[in-house]
Structure formats: C-alpha cells, structure tokens
C-alpha cells in the first residue's frame, strides 16, 4: 500500500473503514451475517514512513477459506467497481476521524502526535492536514484508489492453519507449558476439588478459585447472584 506522506493515505483509511470496520461494514455483513462463513472479520491500513500494506483479516474453519477469499474479492471488487453511497461514505469517515481524535485526547498524546508527524510525515502539524485530508476523501477518489492498490497481482495470502496430524497434540515441558497430566487433585472433605501443578522453573505461587455460576446455573429466584 503506501506510506503515511502519500496522497492516498486518507483513501486507503477510508476503503479499511469500509470493508472491515465493526459489524456494519461490507465483509461483516457479507461473511459473518449473510453467508455465515466467518467467525469473525476485518480491515485494517498500515501506513509506516515507507509504503505500508492493506490487510484483510478472517478466522474461520478451514472449509471455509477458498469461499471466503472469493466473497473477499468480490466486496474488493465492488469498491472498484461501483461508488459508495453518500451515507456510507459519511459513516466511514466519521468513524476514521473520532478514533484519531479519541486518540488524541491528553496533552502527552497530543504531544506525541506532533514529534510523529514531524519524524514520520515530516511535518509537526500533521494532524491537522490529515483531518482536512480524510474530509476531502470522495466517492470517486476511493474508487480510482481500490482500483489501484487492491489488485489479485499485488496481494499475499497467508493462511494459519493447524497441523495435519494423526497424533494428539499435548502441552510439554519442551514447549515451555507444564502438561496437564503433570496435576495433582486432591478432594477436600467440604467437597472441593483442588488442582495442584508445579513447575520448578518460576519462583512464584498462583492460585485461582473457579466455581459454578452464571446464567447456566441461575434461576429466577437467584438471577444475578453470582455477580
């Protein structure tokens, strides 16, 4: 994609919005609400000093995936294809600009975005032309944007998958994490149950107290009194 001096850093802001942001955004209501094949999605555009990359994001079954990446591709190609509507163009960059200016509320962040723009973008007043550059973002410019970044030539998929195996995988000693059939359970005479797990390495004593609670166990004479 492209770095944070580029003209097209406020397009890209405003296509990231678009796509992935919150459970109104085009591959959300696409992948997660309509054609259920995501548990969760997004977008997001990295713009370091140097050209960044534009990211799209899902975790869902592996069965799942090529239908997935096609869905992926077809909102893709409807950004470059046709031109959002006036609402959703103002939605999207609503929402860039109040995270930017959420975080920007105390004096040290404000301080810190001015040393920012002035080591990143090379100028210390940059907040401000990046307000005045994600207002003046339009329908046409996010168009002619998509259509020159979001391209099948410069894309990379990466797909964290579990290993294919026969064999069960346990937590071990080697691994760093002590395995489970290492515990020790003792039954107290009140009918506790307690799980003792030692590991030598750490200098350090963890206790966590667990019991049955919540709605599963609740009814409506005892409604809140796990809380």
Same mark, same amino acid.
């Given at each position: 994609?492209?770095?944070?001096?580029?003209?097209?850093?406020?397009?890209?802001? !405003?296509?990231?919005?678009?796509?992935?942001?919150?459970?109104?955004?085009?591959?959300?209501?696409?992948l $997660?609400?309509?054609?259920?094949?995501?548990?969760s999605?997004?977008?997001? =555009?990295?713009?370091?000093?140097?050209?960044?990359?534009?990211?799209v994001?899902? *975790?869902?079954?592996?069965?799942?995936?090529?239908?997935?990446?096609k869905?992926?591709?077809?909102?893709?190609?409807?950004?470059?294809? =046709?031109?959002?509507?006036?609402?959703?163009?103002?939605?999207?960059?609503?929402?860039?600009?109040?995270? $930017?200016?959420?975080?920007?509320?105390?004096?040290?962040e404000?301080? /810190?975005?001015? *040393?920012? /723009?002035?080591?990143?973008?090379?100028?210390?007043?940059?907040?401000?032309? $990046?307000?005045?550059?994600?207002?003046?973002?339009?329908?046409?410019?996010?168009?002619?944007?998509?259509?020159?970044?979001?391209?099948?030539?410069?894309?990379?998929? !990466?797909?964290?998958?579990?290993?294919?195996?026969?064999? &069960? !995988?346990r937590?071990?000693?080697?691994?760093?994490?002590?395995?489970?059939?290492?515990?020790?359970?003792?039954?107290?005479q009140?009918?506790?149950? *307690?799980? *003792?797990?030692?590991?030598?390495?750490?200098?350090? !004593?963890?206790?966590?107290?667990?019991?049955?609670?919540?709605?599963?166990?609740?009814?409506?004479?005892?409604?809140?009194? &796990?809380?």
């Amino acid at each position: 994609s492209v770095g944070l001096g580029h003209k097209d850093l406020y397009n890209m802001d !405003v296509l990231s919005i678009l796509l992935g942001s919150g459970e109104d955004s085009r591959l959300s209501r696409a992948l $997660y609400r309509e054609k259920m094949l995501v548990y969760s999605t997004g977008s997001y =555009s990295y713009t370091p000093k140097e050209p960044g990359i534009f990211a799209v994001s899902a *975790v869902l079954k592996d069965e799942n995936a090529e239908k997935a990446i096609k869905e992926i591709w077809t909102q893709i190609e409807c950004l470059k294809t =046709s031109l959002v509507s006036e609402a959703e163009l103002a939605k999207a960059k609503n929402i860039v600009l109040s995270n $930017y200016l959420f975080s920007r509320q105390t004096v040290q962040e404000r301080a /810190g975005a001015i *040393v920012d /723009g002035e080591a990143m973008a090379g100028d210390f007043n940059f907040s401000k032309r $990046y307000i005045e550059g994600i207002n003046s973002v339009t329908k046409e410019s996010l168009k002619e944007a998509a259509r020159r970044y979001l391209t099948r030539e410069n894309s990379t998929i !990466v797909r964290l998958a579990p290993r294919r195996s026969n064999k &069960s !995988v346990r937590p071990s000693a080697e691994s760093g994490m002590p395995a489970l059939s290492n515990a020790e359970l003792f039954k107290l005479q009140n009918g506790l149950r *307690v799980l *003792v797990l030692e590991e030598k390495g750490l200098d350090i !004593v963890s206790i966590m107290a667990v019991g049955l609670g919540g709605l599963r166990t609740e009814h409506f004479a005892t409604n809140g009194i &796990s809380n």
